[in-house]
């Protein structure tokens, strides 16, 4: 079993920076990617961006690519999420998740979840 916890949400306002933490702890399989999903209110949770956990190639939405980087830090068990230049639109509950194959980008893909870290950017 894999637990995450996530950190690092507020409120900011637009063109502004916030950067989210994630921290596992339980299994670890090297192979496996780790991601960021976002959830608005009233529409369905969404892929953001996911990195290997073992080599750390990473990859992205269209809608955050150049201004959100997806790292991770093996030695603390972290995963990050630097976002730059933030819209109002990017106003969500942010989740961490964990356990899927590089590259999926689905929900269902992904076998562990932390609780969620709220985003909001004022215009």
């Known amino acids: 079993q894999v637990q995450l916890v996530e950190s690092g949400g507020g409120l900011v306002q637009a063109g502004g920076s916030l950067r989210l933490s994630c921290a596992r702890s339980?299994?670890?399989?090297?192979?496996?990617?780790m991601g960021w999903f976002r959830q608005a209110p009233g529409k369905e949770r969404e892929f953001v961006a996911g990195?290997?956990?073992?080599?750390?190639?990473?990859y992205y939405a269209d809608s955050v690519k150049g201004r959100f980087t997806i790292s991770r830090d093996n030695a603390k068990n972290t995963v990050y999420l630097q976002m730059n230049s933030l819209k109002p639109e990017d106003t969500a509950v942010y989740y961490c998740a964990a356990d899927a194959p590089w590259g999926r980008r689905e929900v269902a893909d992904f076998g562990s979840w932390g609780q969620g870290t709220q985003v909001t950017v004022s215009s």
């Open positions: 339980g299994r670890t399989f090297s192979t496996y990617a």
């Open positions: 990195i290997s956990w073992k080599g750390g190639s990473t």
